[in-house]
Nanobody, 119 residues
Framework: QVQLVESGGGLVQPGGSLRLSCAVSGIIFPFYDVAWYLQAPGKQRDLVAR???????IYADSVKGRFTISRNNAENTVYLQMDNLKPEDTAVYYC?????????????WGQGTQVTVSS
């Protein structure tokens, strides 16, 4: 069964940190790029970070230097370490898998995990 399960969100003060996790099942995980997306209320879902099959990483300009994406192919899991969080990072965060070279996601979206940055 193909499934995406995101976790690790929560309420954090500005400047704080969170580590998101996403467990992926139902695909041959090492053969896919994986990525994190965010969706703020009333806005479209946007790419935050992507890690390709070979390990190279790509980040949205808004999170460069603050967020780090990583993957564990043995555990079919992708992580997003979020440091120096800002109120504008508040959103629901989702993960998904993509075929290498494609910009289209391959799997049905999961529930996401809510990140709220507020004092």
């Amino acid at each position: 069964q193909v499934q995406l399960v995101e976790s690790g969100g929560g309420l954090v003060q500005p400047g704080g940190s969170l580590r998101l996790s996403c467990a992926v099942s139902g695909i041959i995980f090492p053969f896919y790029d994986v990525a994190w997306y965010l969706q703020a209320p009333g806005k479209q879902r946007d790419l935050v970070a992507r890690i390709i099959v070979g390990g190279r990483t790509i980040y949205a300009d808004s999170v460069k230097g603050r967020f780090t994406i990583s993957r564990n192919n043995a555990e079919n899991t992708v992580y997003l370490q979020m440091d120096n969080l800002k109120p504008e990072d508040t959103a629901v965060y989702y993960c998904n898998a993509l075929r290498p070279g494609s910009s289209s996601t391959s799997l049905t979206w999961g529930q996401g995990t809510q990140v709220t940055v507020s004092s």
